[in-house]
């Protein structure tokens, strides 16, 4: 998700983003390889949907290549997501989300409108559903990739999830049963509202649910799942996923982030914003056991299948870390502009994707030498659209083709 300008320890990112409005919304969809725009805006103005005959989507380097599949990219200041081909970096569909009908008596007679209210800060996968956190609405949609349709930016229709207060960061367990979600609550400074929403696949409900004296932010499993860890204002959170119960709290993490647990489940890793460090936990102690300096305000992390390699996004510091989890170290830095936040590896490991908050794009880079393959724009005009909501927040990756062709 992006960084929070509620949160005091976090001013870096204030003074650097411009607010999401949300006032505009925008579809993208791709019929063969070329790409068209479906523009709509306030409730006053009517949509375009479907629209095959608007401008193409520009791409900034038409060398993106990568292994075939999609990549699913969070974009909540127009309350969308973008679907796009892994092989080219080309856009097949921007698909808006959890925005509801406004009422014929509101809209006027004959006039279908929408209101604009969401905001689409994380995402998650399992098969073909895609689980969107639509923290303006206080609901987690679920959409099913497998019908997504590139005439249509509003079809397939999305299921809708009532969860608690504005829920941001989401996971699903390893066997898919279940989706958690983090329901930040209002940073308001009064008694917290957060706590974690835990939502069955198999009927789309919430099934149980767990309040917290402090703000939720991201969550990671175990690789047998019967551990959650769970980042908040207060520290780690580790909690029993069978009782729904905090078994242990690990402070001093430095207003940590993002979380991510080593394939094999004996070490856990945590951005630690405040300090400019990766945190090393023990999953056997619940204890930290070292600190890797990173770049500045380091915010999502990834690791690799194998558990070798760790990026970072390091936001203020416009670069990547990577680090060999070997010697827990930084073994080299990749310089990427714009405010990296978001990073996801191509399902293969040969490929890390990065979201610039600030620029609006999404820069692609090769694992095995570092080296940059392409980069493109998540903004709907020629240049990067970030102040204007075209912020990419969360990236999740498939092997599956996105429909709608190449």
Not at 7 to 32: C, D, E, K, P, Q
Not at 133 to 160: H, K, Q, R, S, W
Not at 170 to 194: E, R
Request: aromatic share 6%.
């Amino acid at each position: 998700m992006a960084p929070r300008e509620s949160s005091n320890s976090r001013a870096a990112w204030a003074s650097r983003r411009v607010i999401i409005a949300g006032a505009a919304t925008l579809a993208l969809a791709a019929a063969g390889t070329g790409t068209a725009l479906a523009v709509h805006g306030s409730p006053a103005h009517s949509h375009w949907a479907g629209s095959r005959a608007a401008a193409s989507a520009r791409l900034t380097n038409e060398s993106c290549t990568g292994p075939e599949g999609a990549a699913y990219i969070a974009l909540p200041g127009y309350q969308a997501f973008d679907a796009v081909n892994t092989d080219n970096c080309y856009v097949v569909q921007q698909y808006n989300v959890g925005d509801p009908t406004v009422p014929s008596s509101v809209s006027g007679p004959g006039i279908t409108d929408f209101n604009y209210s969401s905001t689409d800060e994380g995402l998650a996968q399992y098969g073909d559903n895609l689980y969107f956190a639509d923290t303006g609405n206080d609901t987690v949609a679920v959409i099913d990739t497998a019908n997504l349709n590139y005439n249509n930016y509003e079809f397939p229709e999305e299921t809708v999830i009532n969860v608690g207060q504005d829920p941001e960061g989401v996971a699903v367990t390893p066997d898919g049963s279940q989706v958690w979600v983090a329901d930040t609550g209002p940073q308001t400074g009064g008694p917290s509202l957060g706590g974690i929403s835990v939502i069955s696949t198999a009927t789309d409900t919430v099934t149980g649910s767990l309040s917290l004296s402090t703000d939720p932010r991201e969550i990671a499993f175990s690789p047998d799942g019967t551990t959650a860890y769970v980042t908040t204002g207060k520290g780690l959170l580790v909690i029993n996923t069978a009782t729904l119960q905090v078994v242990a709290t690990i402070p001093g993490l430095g207003n940590p982030q993002d979380v991510a647990v080593s394939p094999d489940g004996s070490t856990v890793y945590v951005t630690n914003t405040a300090r400019g460090l990766v945190d090393v936990i023990s999953a056997a102690s619940d204890t930290v056991t070292g600190a890797i300096r990173v770049g500045q305000l380091p915010w999502g992390l990834v690791i690799s299948s194998d558990g070798s390699t760790i990026y970072v996004a390091d936001g203020d510091s416009d670069a990547i870390s990577v680090i060999s989890t070997a010697s827990d170290t930084v073994t080299a830095t990749i310089p990427d502009a714009g405010g990296p936040v978001s990073v996801a590896l191509t399902p293969d490991g040969s490929k890390l994707w990065v979201g610039g908050l600030t620029s609006g794009t999404v820069s692609v880079f090769n694992t095995a030498d570092n080296s940059f393959v392409g980069s493109f724009d998540v903004g709907y005009n020629e240049e990067p659209n970030s102040g204007d909501g075209e912020e990419p927040t969360a990236i999740v990756m498939t092997t599956t083709l996105t429909s709608g062709g190449s």
